[in-house]
Nanobody, 127 residues
Framework: QVQLVESGGGLVQAGGSLRLSCVAS????????MAWFRQAPEKEREFVAA????????IYADSVKGRFTISRDNVKNTVYLQMNSLKPEDTAVYYC????????????????????WGKGILVTVSS
């Protein structure tokens, strides 16, 4: 079992920045690709960004490309989401997710394939 705990959310003005962190604990000896998803009020959860176990590959949703950066520190068992130039439409609960993988450079953007989820953290961007 792996537990994921997000932090770093909060209220920020449009144009501002936040950095989310997700710390993994438990059976972290396995290799995990990581991803961030988000769910805005009255909308379905959507993919935001993903990173491979090796950190050598990353992918982003078009809506955040150029503004958000995903990264990870495998020594600290932590994945980050740096969010810049935030917009009101970025307001959502952000979830960290992990998927076991044997491939060091694979990324995964589908909710269905994730093995573990955090409880989520709220990000509110005011206009």
């Amino acid at each position: 079992q792996v537990q994921l705990v997000e932090s770093g959310g909060g209220l920020v003005q449009a144009g501002g920045s936040l950095r989310l962190s997700c710390v993994a604990s438990g059976r972290t000896s396995s290799r995990y690709a990581m991803a961030w998803f988000r769910q805005a009020p009255e909308k379905e959860r959507e993919f935001v960004a993903a990173i491979s176990w090796s950190a050598g590959s990353t992918i982003y949703a078009d809506s955040v490309k150029g503004r958000f950066t995903i990264s990870r520190d495998n020594v600290k068992n932590t994945v980050y989401l740096q969010m810049n130039s935030l917009k009101p439409e970025d307001t959502a609960v952000y979830y960290c997710a992990a998927r076991r993988t044997s491939f060091r450079d694979s990324t995964f953007a589908s909710e269905d394939g994730m093995d573990y989820w955090g409880k989520g953290i709220l990000v509110t961007v005011s206009s």
